[in-house]
């Protein structure tokens, strides 16, 4: 009788072997595992990064004024929009030329004068309401109009008591709402609102942040010129070095990658430069702008870069340089193949 053995099922480890039916000992191969895998990834990461930075400090100057250059055209953009933040908070003081003028009628005294100011004071819109009597009235007309001789010989006061009211919006529509429920008030002949100042405020605000978009668009596309050509010659001079790795099949994502990495620290230079440039220039002209504004008698002054635009722009360069120079390798990586 034939006796059949079974083949041997125990698990193979590494260095085990595995008896098949025809009785043959065949060593059990396994894949690269995903620790390796992930060890190996890191250290060419590792060593595209040292490449890079040999590379930049080999060339400190080149290295240095690409990205003063590019500094200088991220400084333009983002210098003006805090410029324009500026602006914004300072049109908090200029609320007056938006005031409304409430005129009363001829018959109201003074004492229901200043009732109807007290009502007025307390409504949600108004920050500020100011009670002016005929008499003051009349006597800042006299002031300012260089007739004051001639108005002395009126035999009564032609000027109402009015009330000057300081709205807390710059909002058009909230400001004209504000104006008609003021002259719907009781004893009230007329309220006036002078929309000219805050339209052309409006008008200078917008015209502002249409030329700084415009300006990011140009400088955003001048930047990935920059690091593109930078790449290039980097590129260039490499070409040898690279078609060997094309030769011994270096994919293309190893040969990118050091590239990559190139333009990401250049951005990170640029970016870093651009928060110093914009943070000593602000203190720099901040000086004449508190001088200015005491003249005035106002305590205004300029922000300087806020914590987070900073690392915003400096995130924002360096996602620049990595998209330039992504563009630049995708553009020459084809005429760098092996032929």
Not at 233 to 238: A, G, P, T, Y
Not at 251 to 263: A, Q, S
Request: proline fraction near 4%; charged fraction near 20%; include cysteine.
């Amino acid at each position: 009788m034939t006796v059949h053995r079974q083949p041997n099922l125990r698990p193979a480890g590494r260095g085990a072997t595995r008896r098949t039916d025809a009785g043959a000992d065949k060593p059990v191969r396994r894949g690269p595992s995903l620790s390796s895998q992930l060890h190996g990834w890191l250290d060419s990461h590792r060593g595209s990064l040292r490449d890079s930075l040999g590379r930049l400090w080999q060339q400190p100057f080149g290295s240095f004024f690409t990205c003063l250059v590019m500094a200088i055209a991220l400084c333009l953009p983002m210098g003006l929009a805090l410029l324009l933040d500026n602006v914004e908070r300072l049109s908090g003081t200029w609320q007056h030329a938006a005031r409304i003028s409430v005129f009363l009628e001829m018959s109201v005294s003074d004492a229901e004068g200043q009732t109807l100011r007290d009502d007025i004071a307390g409504m949600p819109q108004v920050e500020q309401a100011d009670w002016i009597s005929r008499e003051q009235a009349l006597k800042d007309f006299q002031a300012v109009s260089g007739l004051a001789e001639a108005l002395r010989e009126l035999p009564d006061n032609p000027l109402p008591g009015s009330v000057l009211v300081t709205p807390s919006t710059v909002d058009k529509t909230e400001l004209e709402t504000l104006r008609q429920r003021l002259a719907e008030l009781p004893g009230v002949e007329l309220a006036q609102l002078d929309l000219l100042w805050v339209e052309r405020l409006g008008a200078i605000l917008a015209l502002g942040d249409r030329f700084l978009f415009g300006v990011t668009v140009l400088l955003v596309l001048t930047l990935l010129l920059v690091i593109g050509n930078t790449i290039r010659l980097h590129i260039e001079n490499r070409r040898t070095e690279i078609e060997v790795i094309k030769l011994v099949g270096g994919t293309d994502g190893y040969v990118r990658r050091p590239f990559l990495y190139l333009g990401a620290l250049y951005g990170l230079g640029a970016g870093l430069l651009a928060w110093a440039v914009l943070a000593f220039g602000l203190a720099w002209l901040n000086a004449a702008v508190v001088r200015l504004a005491g003249l005035y008698d106002s305590d205004f002054s300029l922000v300087g870069v806020p914590l987070a635009d900073g690392v915003s722009l400096v995130l924002g360069a360096v996602l620049l340089g990595y998209i330039g120079a992504w563009l630049a390798v995708a553009r020459h990586l084809r005429d760098l193949a092996p032929r």
